[in-house]
């Protein structure tokens, strides 16, 4: 195997299982109670956590329907572009190859930030009548 190909190796095996997994969620409608089991976090809290909602959100955007989806799991909605975006960088660093190869580092101010984004989003689609409810 070619020193790209080796190199790309992981971000294309990364999407081919992603790839299945989307295939799968959009020929087995996730809208049916237990299809897919159940979460974890909502059989025993009662409470939403922040990916609940999110295999129905992928199936809603299979078929192309981003109010459903984002009603499932706005946050997931909210996020895709943005890894994607990062998943295509990445495959382009590693296609050019040299220096730019390094790991991406994120600051610590993302993490923080993104944290907080996903306990208020939890807090939020947990209160009584909350829209965001899974």
């Given at each position: 195997?070619?020193?790209?190909?080796?190199?790309?190796?992981?971000?294309?095996?990364?999407?081919?299982?992603?790839?299945?997994?989307?295939?799968?969620?959009?020929?087995?409608?996730?809208?049916?109670?237990?299809?897919?089991?159940?979460?974890?976090?909502?059989?025993?809290?009662?409470?939403?956590?922040?990916?609940?909602?999110?295999?129905r959100a992928v199936h809603d955007l299979t078929q192309l329907d981003l109010s459903a989806a984002a009603s499932s799991n706005l946050l997931l909605v909210v996020a895709l572009p943005v890894v994607l975006v990062l998943w295509l960088r990445r495959v382009v660093v590693l296609w050019r190859g040299g220096e730019a190869m390094r790991p991406l580092t994120v600051p610590t101010a993302v993490w923080v930030v993104g944290m907080g984004v996903a306990v208020v989003f939890t807090?939020?689609?947990?209160?009584?009548?909350?829209?965001?409810?899974?």
């Open positions: 195997m070619g020193a790209r190909a080796q190199r790309l190796a992981a971000p294309l095996g990364a999407a081919a299982l992603v790839a299945v997994a989307t295939l799968a969620l959009a020929v087995r409608d996730p809208h049916r109670p237990g299809s897919w089991g159940w979460c974890p976090t909502q059989v025993l809290t009662h409470l939403d956590c922040p990916a609940c909602g999110s295999l807090v939020a689609r947990n209160l009584p009548g909350s829209w965001l409810a899974a």
